[in-house]
């Protein structure tokens, strides 16, 4: 939450602020904030977005020998 707040206020003064998600798990097709689990952050998620930040989620292949971006995930507005 702390985070998304200060990447409101950079982009709320025009600069470009990105959050990136790396998803760990291969059996995600979709990226979305568990809202029921904790809705102030869910609630600070959709603040940030209509300030400006963009959000970026991408999975990733994990092995012992390497982390592997595979793939964007879609994003849940």
Known sequence: TKHLTE???I????????M???VQRTDCDRFGIAEDIDPDYAAA????QQ???EVV????????AAI???R??????
């Open 45 to 48: 998620y959709r603040a940030a």
């Open 20 to 22: 990136l998600y790396l």
């Open 11 to 18: 982009a709320a003064n025009g600069q470009r602020a990105v």
């Open 51 to 53: 300030a400006g930040v």
């Open 57 to 64: 989620a991408l999975a990733a292949d994990t092995s012992p």
């Open 7 to 9: 990447l409101s206020k």
């Open 72 to 77: 964007n995930l879609p994003t849940a507005t």
């Open 68 to 70: 592997t971006i595979s």
